[in-house]
């Protein structure tokens, strides 16, 4: 059972153009949404995160928008660089879940020059 | 502060072999976490700790086994590999309260024969 719906699997951007990532959900409980990083051959990283008490939350390009009543979330890359070729994994979190989150499965963005 | 480390960075086994993954964290977290990525599955928890000498089963625990001795280690165990466990190992720390943040390891990529 997939928790969190992630898409598109993979996503190909021209430099300096906007990258959008949409993720759904199914559980209420979830209070915390998190977008991990992940470079070719590192670990994932926290990137920017998100409560559902607010509908958008912007770091720098990055930008979460938050939609409770649909349950959904994006991220948005404004400006996408080559250096922001990666995978990107959004995430769920449940207070009752012993600090466990839930993955999407993941897109794989490359941002051409 | 080194983060969290994993040992070994790659391996290769024979089906049947047996082998112990290393994970170590400096930032006296309380929680760790063991996950496998496979390609288009994202990360799915295998075991996890919310403390040293307690041990969880997460999501694809079966064939692995953990061990929480010290609050700085966790050992994730494979006791006969097969091919199916051919995938990276991530391990992942988080501390109480907070912003549940879990901070990742570089991987070990696990080639089984």
């Known amino acids: 059972q997939q928790q969190v719906k992630q898409s598109p699997q993979s996503l190909i951007v021209q430099k300096g153009g906007i990258s959008i990532i949409n993720c759904a959900y199914e559980n209420t409980a979830f209070d915390y949404f998190p977008w991990y990083q992940q470079f070719p051959g590192k670990g994932p990283a926290l990137l920017i995160a998100i409560r559902p008490d607010v509908s958008e939350k912007k770091e720098g390009r990055f930008t979460i928008s938050f939609n409770k009543s649909a349950k959904q979330f994006s991220l948005h890359i404004m400006d996408s660089q080559p250096g922001d070729s990666a995978t990107y994994f959004c995430a769920a979190y449940s207070g009752g879940s012993n600090y466990k989150l839930t993955f999407g499965k993941g897109t794989l963005l490359t941002v051409n020059p | 502060n080194a983060g969290v480390t994993q040992t070994p960075k790659f391996r290769v086994l024979k089906t049947g072999q047996s082998m112990t993954l290393l994970c170590a964290q400096d930032?006296?977290?309380?929680?760790m976490y063991w996950y496998r990525q496979d390609p288009g599955m994202g990360l799915r928890l295998i075991h996890y700790s919310v403390g040293e000498g307690t041990t969880a089963k997460g999501e694809v625990p079966d064939g692995y086994n953990v061990s929480r001795l010290k609050k700085q280690n966790f050992l994730l165990g494979l006791e006969s590999a097969a091919p199916s466990q051919t995938s990276v190992y991530f391990c992942a720390s988080s501390r109480t309260g907070g912003r549940k943040t879990q901070y990742f390891g570089p991987g070990t990529r696990l080639l089984v024969l």
């Open positions: 930032m006296n977290h309380e929680y």
